[in-house]
T-cell receptor, first 114, second 113 residues
Framework: SQTIHQWPATLVQPVGSPLSLECTVE??????LYWYRQAAGRGLQLLFY??????ISSEVPQNLSASRPQDRQFILSSKKLLLSDSGFYLC?????????????FGSGTQLSVL | DQQVKQNSPSLSVQEGRISILNCDYT??????FLWYKKYPAEGPTFLIS?????DKNEDGRFTVFLNKSAKHLSLHIVPSQPGDSAVYFC????????????FGKGTKLSVIP
């Protein structure tokens, strides 16, 4: 069966520091991969998605970036964090079927930028 | 512009009764709809989905109804259980191959024992 691992679970970082969140998927090949963010009091916002190694699409302009160095690895990064980057970050993978994409989420990373 | 709206931020229901969570959308290109359930500090888990070619999909205690003309869908939980207490997100996407799911802001359901 497929599993998705995301770490760390919580992270407290000072403003201006770098960020690296990692996500790996097991049990499937060539998954579509996603980074979402849930800010306080808001819904889930798509940040990046990838349909293959090295293929990254950005949905929202910001100081974050994503990379996919391996088929089942997805990394979210920042060179300098802002206060507004605080939120709950979710990695997800998807399969296509039944008429559309069905996403499966990791357990999330609660990021607090102070 | 919020394309998927969940207008009720919270809902309280007595255990054993029916919970009805509502969702409205504005984009007529959406043709696939999903409901996710989220506990605090955890990722959302997929509950149930419906394609626009259907008006109802049922899975155990969960039923999703779609009214395309009204651009409205609802999730019914019968009977409601305390373990159903969570935040429920409605999501929508375009045709297969459209990778973006658009989520609502969520409705927090509290099932009172």
């Amino acid at each position: 069966s497929q599993t998705i691992h995301q770490w760390p679970a919580t992270l407290v970082q000072p403003v201006g520091s770098p960020l690296s969140l990692e996500c790996t998927v097991e049990g499937t090949s060539n998954p579509n991969l996603y980074w979402y963010r849930q800010a306080a009091g808001r819904g889930l916002q798509l940040l990046f998605y990838s349909i293959g190694i090295g293929q990254i699409s950005s949905e929202v302009p910001q100081n974050l970036s994503a990379s996919r160095p391996q088929d089942r690895q997805f990394i979210l990064s920042s060179k300098k964090l802002l206060l507004s980057d605080s939120g709950f970050y979710l990695c997800a993978w998807s399969i296509t079927g039944g008429g559309g994409e069905k996403l499966f989420f990791g357990s999330g990373t609660q990021l607090s930028v102070l | 512009d919020q394309q998927v709206k969940q207008n009720s931020p919270s809902l309280s229901v007595q255990e054993g009764r029916i919970s009805i969570l509502n969702c409205d959308y504005t984009n007529s290109m959406f043709d696939y709809f999903l409901w996710y359930k989220k506990y605090p500090a955890e990722g959302p888990t997929f509950l149930i989905s419906i394609s626009s070619i259907k008006d109802k999909n049922e899975d155990g205690r969960f039923t999703v109804f779609l009214n395309k003309s009204a651009k409205h869908l609802s999730l019914h939980i019968v009977p409601s259980q305390p373990g159903d207490s969570a935040v429920y997100f409605c999501a929508a996407s375009g045709r297969a191959g459209s990778y973006q799911l658009t989520f609502g802001k969520g409705t927090k359901l509290s099932v009172i024992p």
